[in-house]
């Protein structure tokens, strides 16, 4: 089943006499359940499609589908409804508050979108429970590892099971063997819930286990892989 259609997608900053072209009529289909690595250097576009794809910013030209339904119909507050619900959101920098502990973190994005706090709570300590975290509930950021973040942070896009996972380069400040437990975590998601994912990386040992490879050159898709 297509889940997500990207059709002739393009994105463009500054004005007629500067711009600069950084998608260039991107088309991609991504199945439900499908783990999509994409790859390539720095600056050909890799986040900037991420960013359209969750929502977070809009193509200057060419759309989005969900489920057959185009982004481009919701305004800016459906939007957000959208992101909270039916997207997660993982990036190479965890973005926990520093302020609030490792299940205040988790619980918040389940609060916004009108979950009962006791329902948040038990729900978080779930699953940070999953993830080896279930002695670390009352540790703030700052007492973490990079890997407890890391593994914080997906805890965190996950908690209203969402149907996609956007992640930028989620393992790109880890060393290898952290980076590993964190992609067995996002992994084992998938395996469960069937839940899609797409994952900017540069590291292509993980990527050639996911069950299809994009490269991006120059705000293109030249090379699709797939097992």
Request: include cysteine; charge should be positive.
């Given at each position: 089943?297509?889940?997500?259609?990207?059709?002739d997608?393009?994105?463009?900053?500054?004005?007629?006499?500067?711009?600069?072209?950084?998608?260039?009529?991107?088309?991609?289909?991504?199945?439900?359940?499908?783990?999509?690595a994409?790859?390539?250097?720095?600056?050909?576009?890799?986040?900037?499609?991420?960013?359209?794809?969750?929502?977070?910013?809009?193509?200057?030209?060419?759309?989005?589908?969900?489920?057959?339904?185009?982004?481009?119909?919701l305004?800016?507050?459906?939007?957000?409804?959208?992101?909270?619900?039916?997207?997660?959101?993982?990036?190479?920098?965890?973005?926990?508050?520093?302020?609030?502990?490792?299940?205040?973190?988790?619980?918040?994005?389940?609060?916004?979108?009108?979950?009962?706090?006791?329902?948040?709570?038990?729900?978080?300590?779930?699953?940070?429970?999953?993830?080896?975290?279930?002695?670390?509930?009352?540790?703030?950021?700052?007492?973490?590892?990079?890997?407890?973040?890391?593994?914080?942070?997906?805890?965190?896009?996950?908690i209203?099971?969402?149907?996609?996972i956007?992640?930028d380069?989620?393992?790109?400040?880890?060393?290898?063997?952290?980076?590993?437990?964190v992609?067995?975590?996002?992994m084992?998601?998938?395996?469960?819930?069937?839940?899609?994912?797409?994952?900017?990386?540069?590291?292509?040992?993980?990527?050639?286990?996911?069950?299809?490879?994009?490269?991006?050159?120059?705000?293109?898709?030249?090379?699709?892989?797939?097992?």
């Open positions: 089943m297509d889940f997500i259609i990207l059709k997608l393009r994105k463009t900053y500054g004005n007629a006499k500067k711009k600069v072209d950084v998608l260039q009529g991107i088309n991609l289909t991504v199945k439900r359940g499908e783990t999509v994409v790859l390539g250097a720095s600056g050909v576009g890799k986040s900037t499609m991420l960013n359209i794809i969750g929502a977070l910013d809009r193509p200057t030209s060419g759309d989005v589908f969900f489920g057959g339904e185009p982004l481009s119909r305004d800016d507050k459906r939007l957000a409804a959208f992101r909270n619900r039916f997207i997660g959101f993982v990036f190479q920098f965890h973005h926990l508050l520093p302020e609030f502990t490792a299940l205040e973190n988790v619980m918040l994005p389940a609060l916004i979108g009108g979950m009962d706090p006791g329902a948040a709570r038990s729900r978080a300590q779930e699953l940070l429970g999953e993830v080896g975290l279930g002695e670390r509930l009352d540790h703030k950021p700052g007492e973490l590892s990079g890997g407890e973040q890391q593994r914080a942070a997906i805890v965190r896009a996950i209203q099971d969402p149907q996609l956007l992640a380069e989620p393992t790109g400040n880890l060393d290898t063997r952290t980076a590993d437990e992609f067995e975590v996002l084992s998601l998938n395996k469960k819930k069937n839940t899609t994912m797409i994952i900017v990386t540069h590291n292509e040992r993980l990527a050639a286990r996911m069950s299809r490879r994009i490269k991006m050159v120059d705000g293109c898709i030249v090379e699709h892989g797939q097992d």
